[in-house]
T-cell receptor, first 112, second 112 residues
Framework: DVKVTQSSRYLVKRTGEKVFLECVQDMDHENMFWYRQDPGLGLRLIYFSYDVKMKEKGDIPEGYSVSREKKERFSLILESASTNQTSMYLC???????????FGDGTRLSIL | QKEVEQNSGPLSVPEGAIASLNCTYSDRGSQSFFWYRQYSGKSPELIMFIYSNGDKEDGRFTAQLNKASQYVSLLIRDSQPSDSATYLCAVTKAGANSKLTFGKGITLSVRP
């Protein structure tokens, strides 16, 4: 089975902090994705990556950046955390672009 | 027009009934279609995918795709209380940089 591991289940940070969310997959998947999920807004794509050191903006990239230095690891960075970034963050991966994506357990991030 | 649209719900059915969940999409060139189940506080879990017109059955679940009418549906036969969850429809758009677009989900409640 595919295993997508997110570093934290719950995280509390303060406004203005730089926040790192880590995601690791163990299936040699080419594609990795970061989403946020908010009530009433559904899942929204923040950034995705189709290869090492490659990244593309999703639908809501503002305030975020990403890093993919190794194939198995995809990091989401909140450059200067703000309260409107309080959300559930979900990482996903897939081998081919049109293949089903497999999700990690999510990180519930609270910015105070 | 929303890219992927699901009836807002919630949908409530008695135990043992058939639950019918519907999804429409706007991009006629969409290629792949997925249904995810998400329990409260958990991450989405893939339950069905379909690529071709027609029906695809897996146990109590049947996915139906009609590309001419641009809809995909999920039927759950013999619904169980454990099926109570939010169901997310997801579609990949055509093109080199295809990505998954999610509907907002519909909450299903199965009454014992």
């Amino acid at each position: 089975d595919v295993k997508v591991t997110q570093s934290s289940r719950y995280l509390v940070k303060r406004t203005g902090e730089k926040v790192f969310l880590e995601c690791v997959q163990d299936m040699d998947h080419e594609n990795m994705f970061w989403y946020r999920q908010d009530p009433g807004l559904g899942l929204r794509l923040i950034y995705f990556s189709y290869d090492v050191k490659m990244k593309e903006k999703g639908d809501i990239p503002e305030g975020y950046s990403v890093s993919r230095e190794k194939k198995e690891r995809f990091s989401l960075i909140l450059e200067s955390a703000s309260t409107n970034q309080t959300s559930m963050y979900l990482c996903a991966s897939s081998f081919y672009r049109v293949e089903p994506q497999h999700f990690g357990d999510g990180t519930r991030l609270s910015i105070l | 027009q929303k890219e992927v649209e699901q009836n807002s719900g919630p949908l409530s059915v008695p135990e043992g009934a058939i639950a019918s969940l519907n999804c429409t999409y706007s991009d006629r060139g969409s290629q792949s279609f997925f249904w995810y189940r998400q329990y409260s506080g958990k991450s989405p879990e893939l339950i069905m995918f379909i690529y071709s017109n027609g029906d695809k059955e897996d146990g109590r679940f049947t996915a139906q795709l009609n590309k001419a009418s641009q809809y995909v549906s999920l039927l759950i036969r013999d619904s169980q209380p454990s099926d109570s969850a939010t169901y997310l429809c997801a579609v990949t758009k055509a093109g080199a940089n295809s990505k998954l677009t999610f509907g907002k989900g519909i909450t299903l409640s199965v009454r014992p």
